[in-house]
């Protein structure tokens, strides 16, 4: 099974910050990868998939990155609708597996 | 712009079947698939298994003796059925509509709270 591993678990950032999370991949998934946001009683949005595809309607301050084992989710500047919870996940081999989720607060 | 939603018990007893639906609206269940994702309470994400309208499924290693994944296009709906279930089963269970030749969860519905408990 490949394992997803998110970094870090918590952020705490203030409005206009720049944040980055990480996504490591335990073997290659080429470029198979989605990023979800999750807000409290909320189920998931998709937010990128083929790890830097802009999903329609999201908007242009978050984007992804990356190839391989290595990925990285951006928010250019961080908006206050932003505080969730993202979580990764690969769909390169037939089990798929999400990250553990990175939980962004405000500082 | 398809819309989903699980039904189902909302409480099952230990050693007994979960079984849930997800119902499709405004869009055909054909010629996609479609997937069953769990999150136990303040827990993370866990990926049950996907089916494609044909009937064929793929089902997460850890959970597969347990679980089946099945369609029924006529009615535009899947099920998920996982026996067996403990407390450890106790989770929001989501449906998800997938996008792509290589499919990942796209559009998913509310979650539906399935207890295990006596």
């Known amino acids: 099974d490949i394992q997803m591993t998110q970094s870090p678990s918590t952020l705490s950032a203030s409005v206009g910050d720049r944040v980055t999370i990480t996504c490591r991949a335990s073997?290659?998934?080429?470029?198979?990868l989605a990023w979800y946001q999750q807000k409290p009683g909320k189920a998931p949005k998709l937010l990128i998939y083929?790890?830097?595809n802009l999903e329609g309607g999201v908007p242009s301050r978050f984007s992804g990155s990356g190839s391989g084992t290595e990925f990285t989710l951006t928010i250019s500047s961080l908006q206050a609708d932003d505080f969730a919870t993202y979580y990764c996940?690969?769909?390169?081999?037939?089990?798929?597996?999400f990250g553990q989720g990175t939980k962004v607060v405000i500082k | 712009q398809v819309q989903l939603q699980e039904s189902g018990p909302g409480l099952v007893k230990p050693s007994e079947t979960l079984s849930l639906t997800c119902t499709v609206s405004?869009?055909?269940?054909?010629?996609?698939?479609w997937s069953w994702i769990r999150q136990p309470p303040g827990q993370g994400l866990e990926s049950i298994g996907y089916?494609?309208?044909?009937?064929?499924?793929t089902y997460n290693p850890s959970l597969k003796s347990r679980v089946t994944i099945s369609v029924d296009t006529s009615k535009n709906q899947f099920f998920l059925n996982l026996s067996s279930v403990t407390a450890a089963d106790t989770a929001v269970y989501y449906c998800?509509?997938?996008?792509?030749?290589?499919?990942?969860?796209?559009?998913w519905g509310q979650g539906t709270l399935v207890t295990v408990s006596s």
């Open positions: 073997q290659s998934i080429s470029t198979w």
């Open positions: 998800a509509k997938d996008m792509g030749t290589m499919p990942f969860p796209y559009k």
């Open positions: 083929k790890a830097s």
């Open positions: 089916i494609y309208h044909t009937g064929r499924t």
């Open positions: 996940q690969q769909y390169n081999t037939y089990s798929r597996s």
């Open positions: 405004g869009g055909s269940i054909s010629y996609n698939y």
